[in-house]
């Protein structure tokens, strides 16, 4: 049996752990929790083998029967990766499954992907505090010298942690319909306050079995590095889940990040009084 492919994506800072947690609390669901490099690695191999010469000259003359090669190829290698498992579904984390969701549907039609969402203004509320208690080690991508304004402009640039998928968030509406109706979207705020509910929506979604999780008595897995990201975006796994306090935020920081993402808003969050 071929076990139903789901990956994770979305947004930093919007509940992908715990997410995995609660789905690996599932029987006929295999989660592993941490980030994979698998999406990476498909991605790294359409850029390979589109400018391999040996590839190039076969589909002059062949290219039904090459191209046929490659896609058997890729989808093999999809499917190998957890070719061991026993379960239902597998789960994959990765936050570049949502810029390739239309790679994805071409070599696995029936995989689906989790889209975590969560208030803007909260996600870099929850970055800044990480880094006030890690302040003497700077982010990877050196932005511990800015001010909060503008750490938090380069947060949100289009090849930085909340503007890059963020991007590829807004390009979810081009989408055709058969593909958006491959994803779910999944937001924190929800899945904290209405774990339970929250949850069992999302089985059924997945076409596994009924199962309600103990949102009191959680079971721990093996913890992602944070070593890798500078201890700048934590990965802890909760015993409990506790509904967190809300992160304080300039109101010059927020209003910019509404105005500047007023369709995110509109299209997530309706309810929010902006």
């Known amino acids: 049996m071929i076990p139903k492919f789901v990956g994770v994506t979305g947004l930093p800072r919007a509940g992908s752990t715990l997410l995995c947690q609660l ?46 090669h490659l896609a058997s190829a890729m989808r093999g290698f999809l499917r190998g990766w957890n070719q061991d498992s026993q379960q239902k579904v597998v789960v994959d984390k990765n936050r570049a499954w949502l810029h390739a969701i239309e790679l994805l549907l071409h070599i ?26 890690t302040i ?26 909340i503007g890059a998928p963020l991007i590829s968030l807004h390009a979810v509406t081009d989408l055709p319909k058969k593909v958006q109706e491959r994803l779910y979207f999944l937001r924190f705020e929800d899945m904290v306050e209405r774990p339970v509910a929250c949850m069992s929506h999302l089985y059924a ?12 008595k959680l079971n721990v897995g093996i913890r992602e590095s944070d070593s890798h990201y500078h201890m700048k975006y934590m990965h802890k796994q909760v015993e409990r889940i506790i509904k967190p306090v809300a992160h304080e935020l300039s109101p010059r920081i927020q209003a910019q990040i509404e105005n500047t993402y007023a369709w995110f808003y509109q299209q997530y969050y309706p309810q929010k009084n902006r």
Not at 49 to 62: K, Y
Not at 150 to 161: S, T
Request: glycine share 6%; charged share 25%; hydrophobic share 40%.
């Open 23 to 68: 789905l690996a609390e599932h029987p006929e669901i295999q989660c592993e929790g941490h980030s994979s490099p698998l999406c990476n690695t498909l991605l790294g191999i359409r850029r390979m083998i589109s400018d391999d010469s040996f590839f190039l000259s076969q589909l002059d003359n062949s290219f039904d029967s090459s191209y046929a």
């Open 108 to 133: 696995e039609p029936e995989a689906k992907l989790i889209v975590c969402l969560r208030d803007l203004g909260q996600i870099l509320g929850s970055i800044e505090a990480q880094h006030q208690r």
């Open 136 to 161: 003497l080690v700077d982010f990877i991508d050196h932005l511990a010298d800015y001010d909060r304004f503008g750490r938090a402009d380069m947060l949100f640039a289009k090849d930085k942690i």
């Open 205 to 216: 979604w997945l076409g596994v079995s009924p199962f309600d999780i103990n949102p009191d």
